[in-house]
């Protein structure tokens, strides 16, 4: 992937978060363009999930998403992106 870069306001995730998750997964430092590339790939799966968690709802007749949209989307969203 590359680094695309988008303002603080354009993004729906904030940086400070970013640094944090990856600090936490073991990162001693973390650059901007790696923050912000994190973020980016995170908010277009996350797109992506919300796009398909919200098809499911209205397959099944409901206007609300719930838990159970979000995990089955989540799984055909990785299945279809992550080689197997």
Request: no cysteine; charged share 30%.
């Amino acid at each position: 992937m590359h680094v695309v870069l988008m303002s603080e306001r354009d993004a729906e995730i904030p940086s400070a978060p970013i640094h944090r998750l990856m600090k936490r997964a073991g990162a001693l430092r973390v650059s901007e363009d790696a923050a912000e590339e994190l973020r980016h790939v995170l908010e277009v799966v996350g797109s992506m999930i919300a796009k398909e968690a919200s098809e499911l709802a209205q397959y099944a007749g409901r206007r609300t998403v719930k838990k159970e949209d979000v995990e089955r989307a989540t799984k055909t969203v990785l299945r279809n992106i992550l080689p197997t």
